[in-house]
């Protein structure tokens, strides 16, 4: 189930009594609000509030049932505390049955809530900032394909670039003599051979893309790399990408590149 198909299934969830915990938790290193850790402290003070207004309501059967998700809530957090990213948002209720967890890459403002549903419209903000897509990095040697959804990298792809030039051999820089011709009209064959087998190769690589897009659900696409080859991939597409960035982010990190495409 993709991440669209989850928030309409999480839009139609409803308990038909308070029994769903929505828990959304900023946990981003890099916010100076969350130094040295400081969101155990926000989850902690959130959930006893709720504990708090639950037991002042004197509803013992919705107070039994808080205490049993907050336990597995804070339980689920803590054994991954060493892996979190820049928020987590969870949605949890007993009956029926209901257990969501998201680790994302995406500005995440901490609240907690205890509805008979989830609380979706911070969740759906983010996912329309950052849906379901398809970064594509084309370079000489390569294309790179990131499938990403809520800021993260779900999938890594590369496809190999084979110039299919080895009839040339080691006399592609020499003349019948012997003698080395660079700038030659030998020399400039080759490169036009190379620059048709490479666009040759991204034509093929286009038509791969939109099926990835069809079959892995992109909502979008982006293309990142130096102009000419960002400008020769994006024409192979059917529809126009979201965007076109001219800049070579092969080298990155993924979290570079994510924050290249999606918060510049």
């Given at each position: 189930m993709g991440l669209k198909e989850e928030i309409q299934y999480l839009k139609e969830y409803h308990s038909g009594e308070r029994s769903v915990l929505s828990v959304y938790l900023n946990t981003n290193p890099g916010d100076p609000e969350q130094l040295n850790g400081?969101?155990?402290?926000?989850?902690?003070?959130?959930?006893?509030?709720?504990?708090?207004?639950?037991?002042?309501?004197?509803?013992?059967?919705?107070?039994k049932s808080f205490k049993k998700l907050k336990k597995k809530v804070m339980d689920e957090i803590g054994d991954n505390r060493n892996d979190l990213h820049k928020g987590v948002v969870i949605f949890a209720s007993e009956n029926p049955p209901l257990w969501s967890v998201y680790y994302v890459q995406v500005p995440v403002k901490s609240s907690f809530h205890w509805e008979d549903h989830p609380v979706l419209e911070e969740m759906e903000y983010m996912y329309k900032a950052y849906p379901e897509a398809g970064i594509i990095?084309?370079?000489?040697?390569?294309?790179?394909?990131?499938?990403?959804?809520?800021?993260?990298?779900?999938?890594?792809?590369?496809?190999?670039?084979?110039?299919?030039?080895?009839?040339?051999?080691?006399?592609?820089?020499?003349?019948?003599d012997g003698q080395h011709v660079i700038g030659s009209s030998k020399v400039d064959f080759l490169e036009s051979r190379l620059r048709e087998n490479l666009y040759r190769f991204y034509k093929e690589m286009g038509t791969n893309v939109e099926q990835l897009k069809k079959s892995r659900g992109w909502s979008e696409i982006h293309v990142a790399g130096e102009a000419e080859l960002a400008i020769a991939f994006s024409e192979t597409l059917r529809d126009k990408p979201a965007s076109c960035i001219y800049k070579n982010l092969n080298n990155s990190q993924p979290n570079e590149v994510i924050h290249q495409i999606f918060e510049k």
């Open positions: 400081a969101w155990k402290i926000h989850l902690k003070n959130g959930l006893k509030d709720l504990d708090k207004y639950l037991a002042a309501s004197n509803n013992d059967t919705e107070l990095l084309p370079s000489f040697g390569e294309v790179r394909i990131f499938d990403t959804a809520m800021g993260s990298i779900k999938d890594e792809l590369v496809y190999i670039f084979d110039a299919n030039l080895e009839e040339w051999g080691e006399e592609k820089n020499m003349d019948p």
